[in-house]
Each structure stands twice: as structure tokens, then as C-alpha cells.
């Protein structure tokens, strides 16, 4: 079922709702009613569900990826659209975080380090995703 829009989709007018029917009992209501009232109006459905589960978990995005089952760099790109959604700009001088290296990744470090490859210090870089590359 489509959400009610909250602004004419021709003039950009506010809506009035006049009629409701429930298809279960079938009783319809006619009338003047407001329409509820979004409290992210602009939003499309996937993104107050984005929303919601941001809230969920208290804006900790490693929580988040675990219950999106989305990459950390797909939930910065929907977390953008939703401010940009919201009329604002998101912030671009923004760190990005370290990538994740997978357990063969900090093996072949480790093992890099053992052989002497490389010194201890460039092994952290590189474990902490400050090596080349980053």
C-alpha cells in the first residue's frame, strides 16, 4: 500500500484526506481528516527504514552493518542520501576509517614481519590500515 503523500503532487498544496475505508469490515468514513503528519517528510520508505534502524542502533554503524548486512561504505552512501534528503550537506572533511584487513591479509603481515620484510612499525601501519594504499 502507498503512504499517503503529505503535499499535492500537481500545486504542491496541502492534502485533505476525505475518505477512509477499511477493506476488512468494509466501512468507509467520509470527511475532512488530516493527513498524519511524517516526521521525515521528503523521505521515501527505504530511507525512514534506514532511519530507523540507525536509531536502533544508536548510530553505531559496526551494529548497523550486522543488522543491514550492508558494507560500511554502503551505509555512509545511504546515510548521506538521507541528509541530503533532509535538506542538508553531509560534512566532506571526514576521515575515513581504517579498512578492515581479512585474516589472510593480517597472516601474510605477520608473516611479512617474521621474515623480516618488514620492520615492526610498518607492520602496525599496515595492521591498522595506514599502509600503502590508505
Known amino acids: 500500500?502507498?503512504?499517503?503523500?503529505a503535499k499535492c503532487p500537481?500545486?504542491?498544496?496541502?492534502?485533505?484526506?476525505?475518505?477512509?475505508?477499511?477493506p476488512s469490515c468494509d466501512t468507509t468514513l467520509r470527511g475532512h481528516f488530516s493527513p498524519s503528519v511524517s516526521p521525515f517528510p521528503g523521505?521515501?520508505?527505504?530511507?525512514?527504514?534506514?532511519?530507523?534502524?540507525?536509531?536502533?542502533?544508536?548510530?553505531?554503524?559496526?551494529?548497523?552493518?550486522?543488522?543491514?548486512?550492508?558494507?560500511?561504505?554502503?551505509?555512509?552512501?545511504?546515510?548521506?542520501?538521507?541528509?541530503?534528503?533532509?535538506g542538508f550537506e553531509p560534512a566532506r572533511d571526514e576521515e575515513r576509517p581504517p579498512q578492515k584487513l581479512s585474516d589472510e591479509e593480517r597472516r601474510r603481515v605477520l608473516d611479512d614481519l617474521d621474515k623480516g620484510n618488514i620492520t615492526s612499525e610498518q607492520a602496525m601501519a599496515l595492521l591498522r590500515g595506514k599502509g600503502e594504499g590508505a
Open 1 to 5: 500500500m502507498n503512504n499517503l503523500p
Open 10 to 22: 500537481i500545486c504542491s498544496g496541502d492534502v485533505t484526506v476525505t475518505e477512509l475505508h477499511c
Open 43 to 86: 523521505l521515501s520508505a527505504e530511507q525512514i527504514d534506514f532511519v530507523r534502524a540507525f536509531i536502533k542502533c544508536e548510530g553505531k554503524m559496526n551494529r548497523l552493518e550486522g543488522e543491514l548486512n550492508l558494507s560500511y561504505p554502503t551505509l555512509r552512501a545511504r546515510l548521506q542520501e538521507v541528509i541530503r534528503a533532509m
